[in-house]
């Protein structure tokens, strides 16, 4: 017990010591950590808190090209000046305010808690099979949707959406998942509760694992499906079963995860397909907003490990 006590005695004496360490020597060091951990700090001392709102900790966070990247806006208004405005703000509103990029195909954001991009392909930055046909698919403006024109889905037997994405617009050496953002125009969806799509993900030219999805987010909950499912009482494919189910977003929007990878080169070209394309039905009412490409959640760092990579930061 007292060789307990003696331990965490050491250690709180190592932690004050780092607290009385100069302002800049602080903020150089929370700059080696991750955003999450820099916001944890606030609370340890006044010193801590002073140096967790510094342009050197926050300047680290931003990704290198982030400059670059704003330089493709399409002409709008920034939640921020990007010469005037304090690091942290700028790291902040790219986590909370998507913004358009490449003539308003693409978003851009910040994941959070690691300060890693995410990018979202547009409608109009996909290939979509007879998507120019009228009789097949209509592009409109949705008062939900970030881009300004979405593509729905009037009437196809054969479904296939491509997006492609190079590797130096992402974070490097960093493990990204992808996910399909769309919505179902009630009461006309149909056709997407026969078969599971197909989607493929993985660098362009290799050879990638295939997963079977399910489209029809209402599937599981009868009493919500369109008018058109149960008028026609079909029953649910055996095909189904063990497929991914989508799942609703915080936007209103629903996304399925379609496959994951990892960034590597930045010469890789990343490519995505979702298809389905066995003919079993005809389909309908699918509204298209993009494909997002957005991190893999890391396991989430408590306090006690915190301040032991603090210290441990402190030694070197």
């Known amino acids: 017990m007292e060789e307990k006590e003696i331990g965490k005695a050491t250690e709180g004496d190592e932690i004050s010591d780092f607290s009385s360490q100069p302002e800049g020597v602080v903020a150089k060091i929370l700059s080696l950590t991750t955003p999450s951990d820099a916001c944890r700090s606030s609370a340890v001392s006044r010193i801590f808190n002073a140096a967790a709102q510094s342009d050197i900790v926050w300047d680290k966070f931003l990704p290198p090209d982030w400059e670059l990247l704003i330089s493709r806006l399409k002409p ?3 939640n921020f000046d990007p010469i005037s405005s304090r690091k942290k703000e700028i790291f902040f509103s790219l986590c909370d305010n998507p913004v358009l990029i ?48 979405v593509a729905e889905l009037l009437n196809v037997w054969w479904f296939e959406i491509r997006g492609r994405i190079s590797c130096k617009m992402l974070s490097p050496k960093t ?34 694992h295939r997963r079977s999805v399910c489209l029809d987010p209402y599937l599981d909950n009868p009493q919500q499906q369109h008018s058109y499912a149960r008028w026609m009482m079909r029953p649910q494919s055996e095909s189904m079963s063990g497929s991914e189910r989508p799942q609703e977003r915080h936007d209103g929007w629903f996304e ?24 079993s039905s005809a389909k ?33």
């Not at 509204?287 to 210290?311: N, Y």
């Open 76 to 78: 709008s208004n920034l």
């Open 102 to 149: 490449d003539d308003g195909n693409k978003s851009l954001s910040l994941e959070k808690w690691s300060g890693k991009k995410c990018i979202m392909l547009g409608a109009r930055d996909l290939s979509i099979v007879w998507g120019d046909t009228s009789t097949y698919w209509t592009w409109e403006h949705h008062p939900d949707s970030r881009f300004a024109e």
């Open 175 to 208: 493990t990204y998942a992808v996910y399909f953002v769309f919505k179902m125009s009630n009461p006309d969806y149909g056709g997407f509760d026969i078969d599971p799509a197909d989607a493929t993900v993985g660098i362009l030219g290799t050879e990638n």
């Open 256 to 279: 399925i995860e379609l496959g994951e990878f990892q960034s590597g080169d930045e010469d890789d070209e990343i490519e995505i397909v979702l298809k389905e394309v066995k003919g």
């Open 284 to 316: 309908s009412g699918l509204i298209v907003e993009g494909i997002e490409i957005r991190p893999k959640p890391d396991r989430p760092c408590c306090m006690k490990d915190f301040m032991k990579a603090l210290v441990l930061l402190l030694l070197l």
